[in-house]
């Protein structure tokens, strides 16, 4: 399986996701730059998180505008894996790949930390790596995580079990503690916490893996065992 790490101009981990997904999980990665017009070569999509085009209007404002999300729309649009991990998380806000929107955290500071969460749904193409109701621990690194979306939104959210992951101790005020969410068709998740700083006990956990590990096992699941 190759995937594509979107680098933006004001990304910054984009290293980590690099090195989550080649070194930790053995799978095929290359940097794609936000011009980039075609990423027909790629099987999965990452965006990462940072401060893309140092977050100057709202955060992922501009970053929706660039050339490769096109394509990411694209990809999204084809069944492809995309994961939105933070900033990331933020542009598929943005570009309506994934509704609601980001407030600043409600303390009004950036927050860095390791964080517990639960897996509310592990049958997703995301998650199915994980038990149902798993804690885990994922560093979150934010000053704008406060996710929020409309009563009827949530309601929807809920009613099609599209809150992959929770927080167990709300740290920025996010509605319903939402950590993580995905689009309807389940090929598009944003979440958050950083699942590529989670990848090895070094790191301090190595509950993020399993978010990337997941992947491959339902790529591999619809494309080389039913090939």
């Not at 053995?26 to 990462?48: C, T």
């Not at 401060?51 to 970053?63: E, H, K, N, V």
């Not at 809920?158 to 950590?179: H, L, M, Q, T």
Request: charged content about 25%.
């Amino acid at each position: 399986m190759r995937f594509a790490v979107i680098v933006f101009p004001g990304s910054n981990c984009d290293i980590d996701m690099f090195h989550a997904v080649k070194d930790e999980l053995g799978a095929e990665a290359e940097y794609v730059w936000h011009d980039e017009s075609n990423l027909d070569r790629f099987d999965g999509i990452l965006l990462p998180g940072g401060f893309s085009y140092g977050d100057y209007l709202r955060t992922g404002a501009i970053a929706q505008f660039s050339n490769v999300m096109d394509e990411v729309k694209k990809a999204a649009q084809a069944g492809k894996p995309v994961l939105g991990v933070c900033n990331g998380f933020q542009i598929l806000l943005e570009t309506g790949l994934l509704p609601g929107a980001m407030r600043r955290n409600e303390s009004l500071k950036f927050i860095c930390k390791p964080e517990k969460l639960q897996v509310v749904n592990a049958e997703t193409m995301f998650s199915s790596s994980y038990e149902q109701g798993e804690e885990i621990t994922i560093p979150i690194a934010h000053g704008e995580g406060n996710y929020y979306c409309d009563e009827e939104t949530l309601k929807q959210l809920e009613k099609e079990n599209r809150i992959v992951f929770r927080y167990k101790n709300n740290p920025n005020g996010s509605i319903s503690d939402i950590a993580g969410i995905m689009n309807e068709r389940g090929n598009v998740l944003g979440m958050m916490p950083h699942p590529e700083r989670a990848v090895s006990g070094l790191l301090g956990s190595d509950d993020g893996l399993k978010l990337f590990q997941s992947i491959v096992k339902s790529w591999r699941e619809n494309h080389v065992l039913s090939s």
